[in-house]
């Protein structure tokens, strides 16, 4: 058997990515602490927001018959909320779930009155969710995933597909993204060059066809600038290098906090994000 096509074949890649680099930068990314500290510098500009490519978006779900009125549908990692207010604007009706209250918090400061009822926001963690116990085993029409660090291990994304009757849509980044600031740190904080290549999106993608299921898929090349200032830059860097340095908080501080300072400029950093991103929508019920 071609490994395309073996399911444990793409099981055992996805387990040897835990000996990369890409593993560990997923680490610093996956607490709700660095997403709080995130969160303030979200949505600040047009840019950002464009790179989301929402009608894109729906139409991808519009052609696999998972957009429509009454839908339910589950967003694992909502984050501030950009998809799952425009789905609720469309009719669905949204479970948003984040285990970040930065993020959420900006998420309600977005709600309109005209959409409140069908939105339902819940702080938690996806992998501390038992779907037996909420009755969310094929629950929902549509789950999504989108730049989301909960399903970025194989458990969290079989459940994912297990909460769904009708389809699901992930989004992730499918070349290695710049990291203008991280890249440096990681090489003065780790003492080696950073070497993310990240390959949960493919992993995901090529399991889904060793499963019979053949997703439709859109890569798109994404940039924006962001500008904060140096403490909350300081902030974010510092919840990161807690997660994967055994540096005490004084040491990475005196690391960070000085090289931050050399790149600003009246108290301020710029950040140019630049990489492409994958999205995948599939059909569980009919292979549409």
Not at 206 to 233: A, Y
Request: glycine content about 6%.
């Amino acid at each position: 058997m071609t490994p395309i096509f073996n399911k444990e074949f793409w099981l055992k890649a996805w387990e040897k990515d835990k000996e990369t680099d890409t593993y560990t930068v997923h680490r610093g990314f996956s607490t709700p602490e660095y997403w709080d500290r995130a969160a303030a510098s979200y949505d600040r500009n047009k840019e950002e927001t464009k790179s989301r490519r929402l009608s894109k978006t729906l139409d991808l779900f519009q052609r696999k018959d998972l957009l429509f009125r009454g839908m339910e549908v589950l967003d694992i990692g909502c984050g501030t909320g950009t998809l799952a207010l425009e789905l609720a604007r469309q009719g669905a009706r949204v479970t948003a779930l984040d285990f970040s209250q930065g993020m959420l918090d900006q998420f309600r400061q977005a709600i309109t009155p005209d959409i409140r009822e069908n939105l339902t926001l819940i702080r938690e963690d996806w992998h501390s969710i038992d779907l037996a116990e909420r009755g969310w085993k094929q629950r929902f029409d549509l789950v999504i995933a989108f730049m989301s660090p909960g399903v970025a291990g194989p458990e969290a994304f079989f459940k994912m597909m297990a909460a769904s009757k009708k389809g699901c849509a992930v989004r992730g980044w499918a070349a290695k993204r710049n990291h203008p600031v991280l890249a440096v740190l990681w090489e003065k904080i780790m003492g080696t060059v950073l070497e993310d290549a990240p390959q949960s999106i493919l992993l995901k993608i090529n399991l889904l066809f060793s499963l019979g299921l053949f997703p439709d898929l859109t890569f798109d090349p994404v940039e924006w600038d962001q500008n904060v200032t140096v403490e909350e830059e300081l902030a974010g860097q510092m919840a990161f290098f807690r997660k994967v340095s055994d540096k005490s908080e004084a040491e990475l501080e005196s690391v960070i906090r000085p090289y931050l300072e050399s790149l600003a400029e009246n108290g301020r950093i710029k950040r140019t994000h630049t990489g492409l991103t994958a999205t995948a929508v599939w059909r569980l019920d009919s292979g549409i």
